[in-house]
């Protein structure tokens, strides 16, 4: 499929169809998450991939609040891929000589780069699964589940999950449903600015 093409159909899809995905699917789409860019190519990130029945059932489990559980049309996806940022290695790495900072200090940073990038991982992993013909949903965690989460599934202190990732075969009116079919996109003149902010971009 061109690119173009993707990201035209790239959607949030929220229901999903009882059909296996074919095999080889998620390494195909954790193998797309590693292109992506990382600061001072530090690639601190973590991939958590759920394909088992068990695995997934044990995943929504500790995820859901006590008083609120994702729907089953989201559960219904058969593969799950948490993505996870690893704040430690980019301190790590910007410490390194050719980096020249002398400490770890995350003052040096404007923005949360390890979290910025496992987005930008999260985003290939999207782009992918239209590209297979496939839908899929990024979905965050409450921060109160974040620590079920990780003692479901022994995942190190130094590893946050900045959300998840659930692909499938989309039920057809699932991909007409969600805040962008209840939102308009905003006009690009309102939000892309040529030369200086305030001067709209003219398409």
């Not at 095999?23 to 088992?52: H, N």
């Not at 993505?83 to 949360?112: I, M, Q």
């Not at 989309?170 to 309102?190: H, K, L, N």
């Amino acid at each position: 499929m061109e690119h173009t093409e993707v990201v035209r159909r790239r959607r949030m899809v929220r229901a999903y169809r009882d059909e296996p995905l074919p095999e080889g699917t998620a390494d195909r789409l954790v193998r797309a998450a590693l292109r992506a860019p990382s600061a001072g190519f530090s690639q601190g990130w973590g991939f958590l991939v759920l394909d088992e029945p068990d695995d997934r059932a044990r995943f929504w489990d500790a995820i859901d609040a006590p008083d609120w559980s994702y729907p089953a049309e989201i559960r219904m996806a058969p593969l799950v891929i948490v993505t996870l940022s690893n704040k430690s290695v980019y301190l790590d790495r910007y410490a390194e000589p050719d980096k020249g900072w002398d400490d770890r200090s995350e003052e040096h940073w404007p923005a949360p780069y390890w979290d910025i990038d496992t987005g930008m991982a999260a985003l290939l992993i999207l782009l992918g699964a239209v590209d297979l013909g496939l839908g899929a949903l990024f979905f965050g965690f409450a921060p109160e589940r974040i620590d079920p989460f990780r003692a479901a599934f022994d995942v190190p202190a130094q590893f946050n999950p900045i959300g998840a990732v659930s692909v499938g075969y989309p039920v057809e009116q699932a991909a007409r449903v969600g805040s962008a079919f209840t939102r308009r996109r905003r006009p690009v003149g309102d939000v892309v600015h040529h030369g200086r902010f305030g001067r709209p971009w003219k398409s």
